[in-house]
């Protein structure tokens, strides 16, 4: 559409010089525009025109030309030839700042666009791409937000918003900024799907079941496909929560966080043995700064089947990997309650007050450790 609306401008830009002069071809042209033959045509018009004409039209003609054509550097002599005799002229400058941006000058790109602000505050087009260059995410924030309030339609922009603010921690306005364009554009399944996993921080799991199952008509997505299985556990429905994810394994796109999933699902569900292969898939998935939490699920699964051994060896492996308070905790009540060996128990009790548990949120957990610190000590 825009290459389109570019060409219209530009015929009608001809046609006025070309009114002015009888060298110029306009069949020829109009044949050489048609084919994109962008760089024929250039040089046709620099045949006609003197090296050194300051006809505003003509350089713009020859400028846009060879800006279709990819030589930057001849379209750029041009616009620049332009920004001197008629200075401070936005389309002149957009398209300086198009080209500096194609051609990696980075500090340029965003001169020009500064410009364009300082004369009109209100550009909308100059504070979106201005965002791209942004060096920080607060910057780009409050570039993006001055664009989404000119627009707060425009897909694009909600869009980057949103996903500013989503890594900004910033959850409840990255939902709403994406709901108004969303609300503008109902059909727009980008914007949807871009709302699924913020919907999911704030717990609007119904609302991600339902937009989901309505994505998924469209087409079957393993991010929407995720989404929605995250949704399925939280409300507890475990068994389309597996589905989802088993389908998601078939097509070889699992990775650490869907296999987890499936784990406590099949947990949930009291199938241990599928929980116990589930966990074991999660651990070879990915050796992560969560594998200890990983083990934590194994041998807790172990521990509901009554297989201590398995579960003493599932806990002693996940410190390998880390140092772990559910861990020593964990195996200080395997060894206390279930292998009836208090000292050694007493050994992991006190390795987990050692490691600074939260003493607010972990009273209940702490106060019993010493208590069977203190037992064990007495026999």
């Known amino acids: 559409m825009k290459i389109w609306l570019s060409l219209f401008a530009f015929l009608l830009g001809f046609k006025n010089t070309a009114a002015q002069s009888t060298k110029a071809d306009s069949e020829k042209l109009l044949e050489y525009y048609e084919t994109q033959r962008y760089a024929d045509a250039a040089g046709y018009l620099q045949s006609i025109y003197p090296e050194n004409t300051q006809d505003v039209k ?3 003609q020859i400028a846009y030309c060879n800006m279709m054509a990819g030589k930057l550097p001849e379209a750029e002599k041009s616009y620049l030839k332009i920004n001197t005799i008629q200075p401070d002229n936005l389309p002149t400058l957009f398209s300086l700042a198009s080209i500096n ?3 990696g000058n980075v500090s340029n790109a965003k001169s020009y666009l500064q410009q364009i602000i300082h004369l009109d505050s209100l550009n909308f087009n100059a504070y979106k791409q201005l965002a791209g260059y942004a060096d920080t995410p607060e910057m780009r924030l409050k570039l993006l937000k001055k664009a989404n309030a000119l627009n707060n339609t425009d897909p694009d922009v909600a869009y980057d918003l949103s996903m500013t603010y989503k890594e900004l921690r910033q959850n409840q306005p990255a939902y709403d900024i994406l709901k108004t364009a969303i609300a503008a554009d109902p059909e727009n399944f980008t914007l949807r799907q871009a709302q699924l996993p913020i919907a999911n921080l704030l717990g609007k799991y119904t609302e991600v079941i339902e937009t989901g199952e309505k994505l998924l008509k469209n087409r079957a997505d393993a991010n929407v496909m995720n ?11 475990y068994k389309n929560c597996i589905v989802l994810y088993k389908a998601l394994e078939e097509m070889e796109v699992q990775n650490e966080g869907t296999l987890y999933f499936m784990t406590l699902s099949y947990r949930e569900l009291k199938d241990y043995d599928n ?27 172990y521990e509901a089947k009554n297989q201590y051994n398995d579960a003493l ?15 020593y905790y964990r195996l200080g009540l395997l060894y206390d309650l279930n292998l009836k060996q208090p000292k050694n128990a007493a050994t992991y009790y006190q390795l987990y007050l050692k490691n600074k548990p939260d003493q607010e949120k972990e009273k209940e957990q702490i106060a019993y450790a010493r208590d069977r610190i203190t037992s064990s000590n007495g026999k």
């Open 275 to 301: 929980a116990a292969i589930y966990a074991q898939k999660t651990i070879n998935e990915a050796i992560s700064e969560h594998t200890t939490l990983y083990y934590a699920a194994l041998a807790g699964i």
């Open 313 to 327: 060896t599932a806990y002693k492996r996940g410190l390998t990997f880390g140092t772990s308070n559910i861990i």
């Open 58 to 60: 003509a350089l713009s």
């Open 101 to 103: 941006s194609r051609r």
């Open 227 to 237: 989404d929605m299985g995250q949704a399925y556990f939280y409300v507890k429905d």
